[in-house]
């Protein structure tokens, strides 16, 4: 296994060239100022309550679940993913405005290190590499790496993933997981189907109990569906919905040569940290 690449020394003149050539800007509506969002936006921000322990529902009334069998025992969103929040992710995601996952993630971070899940390392739903090259970085590793920092605990690439198309993502479980309580982690969470297939593959590979961890959670229906996990709708679902945020906001799918990146140490098999 082996660890991300050190620091370099130029690291932070790189980063202070970077914030004079892309100035800090709202992921929303892209107005000069703060990160992740401006004054006006984050007044329009809708955090996701504490609610449901199992699915992060919001407190109140009845609401569907994830059903009985599911590989998830937890789910922990910082958001409800509509309007500035989807905009916001969209941009971070599709746009090239990589600098602005580490103030995504920070609520999330922040709920997180408040009640912290009985786990014992951190990974993350990891994205095919041709998306990856295209993107030029794997947001969820991003992510993931934010809150290992705030937790204090290993990241881990736990999981290789095979695009399907539309059939969605298939994942593979890299190393054997004793006995290991995993807290996997993404940026949104829709119909479940795309974390029920990570987390069941980590159930595979012996993994204890899975906790889920998302940016936002969209909507309160149900999650989940057979008990092999669901195919392919959830990817088709979230494409079609980033496709929506992103021709909204004339957002193009190629990313910028240049990008922020985490500077937590992430871990991960040969060949696969950054797949």
């Known amino acids: 296994m082996e660890t991300g690449p050190a620091a370099s020394p130029l690291a932070a003149p790189h980063r202070s060239l970077l914030a004079l050539l892309t100035p800090p800007r709202c992921l929303a509506c892209r107005r000069r100022g703060r990160t992740p969002w401006c004054v006006s936006c984050a007044s329009a921000v809708r955090p996701q309550p504490p609610g449901c322990p199992r699915c992060a529902a919001p407190p109140g009334g009845v609401h569907a679940c994830w059903?009985?069998?599911?590989?998830?025992?937890?789910?922990?969103?910082?958001?409800?993913?509509?309007?500035?929040?989807?905009?916001?992710?969209?941009?971070?995601?599709?746009?090239?405005?990589?600098?602005?996952?580490?103030?995504?993630?920070?609520p999330l971070v922040a709920r997180l290190a408040a009640a912290p899940p009985p786990v014992d390392v951190v990974t993350w739903v990891t994205t095919p590499a041709p998306r990856?090259?295209?993107?030029?970085?794997?947001?969820?590793?991003?992510i993931a790496g934010e809150i290992a920092r705030?937790?204090?605990?290993?990241?881990?690439?736990?999981?290789?993933?095979?695009?399907?198309?539309?059939?969605?993502?298939?994942?593979?479980?890299?190393?054997?997981?004793?006995?290991?309580?995993?807290?996997?982690?993404?940026?949104?969470?829709?119909?479940?189907?795309?974390?029920w297939r990570a987390a069941t593959?980590?159930?595979?590979?012996?993994?204890?109990?899975?906790?889920?961890?998302?940016?936002?959670?969209?909507?309160?229906?149900a999650l989940g569906g057979a008990a092999d996990g669901p195919r392919g709708h959830a990817g088709q679902v979230r494409h079609r919905r980033w496709?929506?945020?992103?021709?909204?906001?004339?957002?193009?799918?190629r990313v910028p040569g240049i990008s922020g990146r985490s500077e937590a140490t992430v871990t991960g098999p040969a060949g696969e940290a950054d797949p």
């Open 243 to 253: 496709r929506t945020v992103a021709a909204s906001r004339g957002i193009g799918t």
């Open 201 to 221: 593959e980590l159930r595979r590979a012996g993994a204890g109990a899975v906790h889920l961890a998302v940016l936002a959670r969209a909507g309160t229906h």
């Open 132 to 142: 990856v090259r295209q993107r030029g970085i794997d947001h969820a590793a991003v």
């Open 67 to 106: 059903p009985g069998g599911a590989p998830i025992d937890g789910t922990y969103a910082a958001y409800d993913y509509r309007g500035e929040v989807a905009m916001g992710i969209a941009t971070a995601k599709l746009a090239g405005a990589h600098a602005g996952w580490a103030g995504l993630s920070a």
């Open 150 to 195: 705030g937790l204090g605990l290993p990241a881990m690439a736990l999981l290789t993933a095979v695009d399907r198309g539309t059939a969605g993502d298939d994942y593979l479980a890299v190393h054997p997981l004793p006995g290991t309580d995993v807290l996997l982690v993404d940026d949104i969470i829709t119909t479940g189907a795309t974390a």
